[in-house]
C-alpha cells in the first residue's frame, strides 16, 4: 500500500481499494493519534484535528471542522457541514448520515442510523439518535428544519419543512414535527403524535398517541394532549388542560384547566368538541359527545352527554348534562340543566342548586334559584322568579314569582305580579 500526501498539514493517507463515496478519488486519512481514520474524497475537507473511524466516508464538497468524531459508518457527503466549535465540545456523528447541505454545529451527538440531510441546521447539544446502527432506521432531520439548545430527537420520529425544536424539547417515538412547527421549553411529543402548519407547543406540554395539533394553534404550561384528539385552528390550551380521546379543539377556542391524569381530568376528552371563541376554564369538564361552541364561557363547570353550551352562554359551577341547550346570555351559576331542557334569552340559574329538567324552557330573563326545579313541559319567561316548582305544562311569566314551597303545574298560567305559595294546577292568574 503506497503512502501518499494530499496536502493536509502532516496527515498522510492511503489510496482507497474500496468504493467509497460511490468511487470517488480520495484517500485513507490518518488520525491525530496516528490511529488509521476513514475514507475522503479528495474534494472534500477534514480538519487534521478531527476524528474518524475507517469505516467512515467523507464525500462530495463535505466539511468536517474542528475536533469533531465521525465513527462507525458514518457518512458525511455532499455540501454538509460537520463543526466543532473547541473540546469539549465536539460534535460525534455515529453510524449516521448527514446530506446535501446539512448543517450539524456544536456539541452534537447524531448517532444509531440517524439521517441529516437536505438544508436543516443543529446547534449546541442536540441529540438526535435511534436504535440500531443501520443507515435510514433512526430519526430524520430534513429539509430546513432547525434543532438547538438541547433538542432530541429520537428513535424513528422526524423534523422536516421549516420546524424548529429549541431549549430541551423532545421528540420521540414515531412523532412527525413538520410545516413551520415550533417545539420548545422541554416539550414532549411522543408515540405517532403530529404536530405541523405553523403551530406551537411549548412549555412543559405533552403531545402524545395519535394525537394532532396543527394550523396556527398553540399548546403551552403542562398540557397533556393525547389519543387521537386534534387541536387546530387558532385554538390555545394551557394550564394544566388535558385533551384526549377524540376530542377536538378549534377556531379561537381556549382552554385552560386545571389538574390532569391521575388526579383529575379537567379538560375535554370523549368525542367533545370547543370551538369558535369559546373558553374552557378552571376545574372544568366538557366530555362525551358535548359542544361547546360560539362565545360561550365554561368556569368550573361540567358539560356531558349530548348537551350543547353556544352563543355567549355563562356556566359557572353547574353542570348541562343529558341533551341540555344552554344558548343566548343565559348564565347557569348554580345547579343543573338536564334532559331536553332549555336556558336561553338572559335567563339565570343563580343560588343554591336550582334544576331545569325534562323539556322545560327558561328564557327571557326569567330566574331560578335556590331549590327551584323546572320540569315537565313548563315554562318561565319575562322577569318571572322560581324558588319553588313549575312542573307538566304550567307557565309563569310577567313579573311573577313562585316562593320555596309553591307549585305551578298542570295548565296554570301564573303571570302579572302573582307571587304563588301554595299548589297551583289550573287557571289564569295574574295580580
Same mark, same amino acid.
Given at each position: 500500500?503506497?503512502?501518499?500526501?494530499?496536502?493536509?498539514?502532516?496527515?498522510?493517507?492511503?489510496?482507497?481499494?474500496?468504493?467509497?463515496?460511490?468511487?470517488?478519488?480520495?484517500?485513507?486519512?490518518?488520525?491525530?493519534d496516528s490511529s488509521p481514520g476513514g475514507f475522503v474524497a479528495?474534494?472534500?475537507?477534514?480538519?487534521?484535528?478531527?476524528?474518524?473511524?475507517?469505516?467512515?466516508?467523507?464525500?462530495?464538497?463535505?466539511?468536517?471542522?474542528?475536533?469533531?468524531?465521525?465513527?462507525?459508518?458514518?457518512?458525511?457527503?455532499?455540501?454538509?457541514?460537520?463543526?466543532?466549535?473547541?473540546?469539549?465540545?465536539?460534535?460525534?456523528?455515529?453510524?449516521?448520515?448527514?446530506?446535501?447541505?446539512?448543517?450539524?454545529?456544536?456539541?452534537?451527538?447524531?448517532?444509531?442510523?440517524?439521517?441529516?440531510?437536505?438544508?436543516?441546521?443543529?446547534?449546541?447539544?442536540?441529540?438526535?439518535?435511534?436504535?440500531?446502527?443501520?443507515?435510514?432506521?433512526?430519526?430524520?432531520?430534513?429539509?430546513?428544519?432547525?434543532?438547538?439548545?438541547?433538542?432530541?430527537?429520537?428513535?424513528?420520529?422526524?423534523?422536516?419543512?421549516?420546524?424548529?425544536?429549541?431549549?430541551?424539547?423532545?421528540?420521540?417515538?414515531s412523532a412527525e414535527i413538520y410545516g413551520s412547527a415550533i417545539?420548545?421549553?422541554?416539550?414532549?411529543?411522543?408515540?405517532?403524535?403530529?404536530?405541523?402548519?405553523?403551530?406551537?407547543?411549548?412549555?412543559?406540554?405533552?403531545?402524545?398517541?395519535?394525537?394532532?395539533?396543527?394550523?396556527?394553534?398553540?399548546?403551552?404550561?403542562?398540557?397533556?394532549?393525547?389519543?387521537?384528539?386534534?387541536?387546530?385552528?387558532? &385554538?390555545?390550551?394551557?394550564?394544566?388542560?388535558?385533551?384526549?380521546?377524540?376530542?377536538?379543539?378549534?377556531?379561537?377556542?381556549?382552554?385552560?384547566?386545571?389538574?390532569?391524569?391521575?388526579?383529575?381530568?379537567?379538560?375535554?376528552?370523549?368525542?367533545?368538541?370547543?370551538?369558535?371563541?369559546?373558553?374552557?376554564? &378552571?376545574?372544568?369538564?366538557?366530555?362525551?359527545?358535548?359542544?361547546?361552541?360560539?362565545?360561550?364561557?365554561?368556569?368550573?363547570?361540567?358539560?356531558?352527554?349530548?348537551?350543547?353550551?353556544?352563543?355567549?352562554?355563562?356556566?359557572?359551577?353547574?353542570?348541562?348534562?343529558?341533551?341540555?341547550?344552554?344558548?343566548?346570555?343565559?348564565?347557569?351559576?348554580?345547579?343543573?340543566?338536564?334532559?331536553?331542557?332549555?336556558?336561553?334569552?338572559?335567563?339565570?340559574?343563580?343560588?343554591?342548586?336550582?334544576?331545569?329538567?325534562? &323539556?322545560?324552557?327558561?328564557?327571557?330573563? &326569567?330566574?331560578?334559584?335556590?331549590?327551584?326545579?323546572?320540569?315537565?313541559?313548563?315554562?318561565?319567561?319575562?322577569?318571572?322568579?322560581?324558588?319553588?316548582?313549575?312542573?307538566?305544562?304550567?307557565?309563569?311569566?310577567?313579573?311573577?314569582?313562585?316562593?320555596?314551597?309553591?307549585t305551578v303545574t298542570g295548565n296554570a298560567l301564573v303571570h302579572?305580579?302573582?307571587?304563588?305559595?301554595?299548589?297551583?294546577?289550573?287557571?289564569?292568574?295574574?295580580?
Amino acid at each position: 500500500m503506497k503512502k501518499t500526501v494530499l496536502g493536509l498539514a502532516t496527515l498522510s493517507f492511503s489510496i482507497s481499494l474500496y468504493a467509497q463515496c460511490d468511487g470517488a478519488t480520495g484517500a485513507m486519512r490518518t488520525n491525530p493519534d496516528s490511529s488509521p481514520g476513514g475514507f475522503v474524497a479528495s474534494t472534500a475537507y477534514v480538519d487534521p484535528q478531527a476524528y474518524t473511524d475507517t469505516t467512515t466516508e467523507i464525500c462530495n464538497s463535505a466539511q468536517v471542522i474542528g475536533q469533531a468524531q465521525i465513527k462507525g459508518s458514518s457518512i458525511i457527503k455532499g455540501n454538509a457541514i460537520v463543526k466543532s466549535y473547541s473540546s469539549p465540545h465536539n460534535v460525534v456523528i455515529e453510524n449516521s448520515l448527514v446530506l446535501d447541505f446539512a448543517q450539524v454545529n456544536g456539541k452534537s451527538s447524531i448517532t444509531n442510523g440517524a439521517t441529516v440531510k437536505g438544508k436543516s441546521r443543529l446547534f449546541d447539544n442536540v441529540i438526535v439518535s435511534g436504535t440500531s446502527a443501520v443507515h435510514g432506521t433512526g430519526p430524520t432531520i430534513e429539509q430546513s428544519a432547525v434543532l438547538r439548545n438541547g433538542a432530541q430527537v429520537l428513535n424513528t420520529s422526524k423534523v422536516t419543512g421549516e420546524a424548529i425544536v429549541r431549549d430541551n424539547a423532545i421528540v420521540k417515538n414515531s412523532a412527525e414535527i413538520y410545516g413551520s412547527a415550533i417545539i420548545g421549553d422541554q416539550a414532549q411529543i411522543s408515540n405517532s403524535a403530529k404536530v405541523f402548519g405553523r403551530a406551537q407547543v411549548v412549555g412543559n406540554a405533552k403531545v402524545v398517541g395519535n394525537a394532532q395539533v396543527f394550523d396556527e394553534a398553540q399548546v403551552y404550561d403542562n398540557c397533556y394532549i393525547g389519543g387521537n384528539s386534534k387541536v387546530y385552528g387558532f &385554538a390555545q390550551v394551557g394550564f394544566n388542560s388535558t385533551i384526549l380521546d377524540y376530542a377536538e379543539i378549534y377556531g379561537h377556542a381556549s382552554v385552560k384547566t386545571d389538574g390532569w391524569p391521575p388526579s383529575n381530568f379537567y379538560g375535554v376528552y370523549g368525542y367533545a368538541k370547543v370551538f369558535d371563541q369559546a373558553q374552557v376554564n &378552571a376545574n372544568s369538564y366538557v366530555r362525551d359527545s358535548a359542544i361547546v361552541n360560539g362565545n360561550a364561557s365554561i368556569n368550573n363547570g361540567v358539560i356531558s352527554d349530548k348537551a350543547h353550551v353556544s352563543e355567549s352562554a355563562y356556566i359557572s359551577n353547574s353542570r348541562v348534562i343529558d341533551e341540555a341547550v344552554v344558548r343566548g346570555n343565559a348564565q347557569i351559576l348554580a345547579g343543573e340543566v338536564a334532559e331536553e331542557a332549555q336556558v336561553y334569552g338572559f335567563a339565570k340559574l343563580q343560588s343554591g342548586n336550582p334544576r331545569v329538567y325534562g &323539556a322545560a324552557q327558561l328564557f327571557q330573563n &326569567a330566574t331560578l334559584e335556590g331549590n327551584g326545579r323546572a320540569f315537565g313541559r313548563s315554562q318561565g319567561y319575562g322577569m318571572a322568579v322560581v324558588r319553588g316548582d313549575l312542573s307538566q305544562s304550567g307557565q309563569i311569566y310577567g313579573n311573577a314569582v313562585v316562593e320555596a314551597g309553591g307549585t305551578v303545574t298542570g295548565n296554570a298560567l301564573v303571570h302579572g305580579s302573582a307571587v304563588v305559595t301554595t299548589y297551583v294546577s289550573y287557571g289564569d292568574i295574574s295580580q
